[in-house]
Antibody
Framework: EVQLVESGGGLVQPGGSLRLSCAAS????????MNWVRQAPGKGLEWVSY????????YYADSVKGRFTISRDNAKNSLYVQMNSLRAEDTAVYYC?????????????WGQGTLVTVSS | DIQMTQSPSTLSASVGDRVTITCRAS??????LAWYQQKPGKAPKLLIY???SLESGVPSRFSGSGSGTEFTLTISSLQPDDFATYYC????????FGQGTKVEIK
């Protein structure tokens, strides 16, 4: 059974940093691209970042470019996002989502999400 | 950037109704479109990919159609479990979601 479990969310002050993790199991992690998608409270879904299976291709939404860094450790079946210079508008539930193949790909499995709150 | 526009934003319907949700892309995305269902407090769930391909395990009352810039998601006979918010997503050029359509009980 495919499982994606996010962790690392919490309350952080504006300008602060946070690192989210996503532990994957139940599939061959090295064969799939991965993504971060966020959802602000009461709002819709926003794609944040993509990383290919080998980490050779990485993309970011304009809203986080230069502040967020996506990475993966295929030996640990884990996906990460380092979030710096956080703003109030980054407050959201952050989901990791598996890409069905490499680019372009829809998202076939999602984690349960982890809440990030940016507030003083 | 490709913009995705869904209509309506909210839809009130009864059990057994046929429901149609429309999604329009700001430029052609061929058939690179997916549909997701999301219930409150839960992660999105994939329903349809490549505009009309039904994800394994998804009931056959869900169907998708369209290509280019106009797409539809149809639920042939609405069931109690279907009251949720639905999102379209283009994956032709990066990824963009529609703003969502909430299907409510009439």
């Amino acid at each position: 059974e495919v499982q994606l479990v996010e962790s690392g969310g919490g309350l952080v002050q504006p300008g602060g940093s946070l690192r989210l993790s996503c532990a994957a199991s139940g599939f061959t992690f090295t064969s799939y691209s991965m993504n971060w998608v966020r959802q602000a409270p009461g709002k819709g879904l926003e794609w944040v970042s993509y990383i290919s299976s080998s980490s050779s291709n990485i993309y970011y939404a304009d809203s986080v470019k230069g502040r967020f860094t996506i990475s993966r450790d295929n030996a640990k079946n884990s996906l990460y996002v380092q979030m710096n210079s956080l703003r109030a508008e980054d407050t959201a539930v952050y989901y990791c989502a598996r890409g069905n193949g490499d680019y372009p790909s829809f998202f076939d499995y999602w984690g349960q999400g982890t809440l990030v709150t940016v507030s003083s | 950037d490709i913009q995705m526009t869904q209509s309506p934003s909210t839809l009130s319907a009864s059990v057994g109704d046929r429901v149609t949700i429309t999604c329009r892309a700001s430029q052609s995305i061929s058939s690179w479109l997916a549909w997701y269902q999301q219930k409150p407090g839960k992660a999105p769930k994939l329903l349809i990919y490549k505009a009309s391909s039904l994800e394994s395990g998804v009931p056959s009352r869900f169907s998708g159609s369209g290509s280019g810039t106009e797409f539809t998601l149809t639920i042939s006979s609405l069931q109690p479990d279907d009251f949720a918010t639905y999102y379209c997503q283009q994956y032709h050029s990066y990824w963009t979601f529609g703003q969502g359509t909430k299907v409510e009980i009439k």
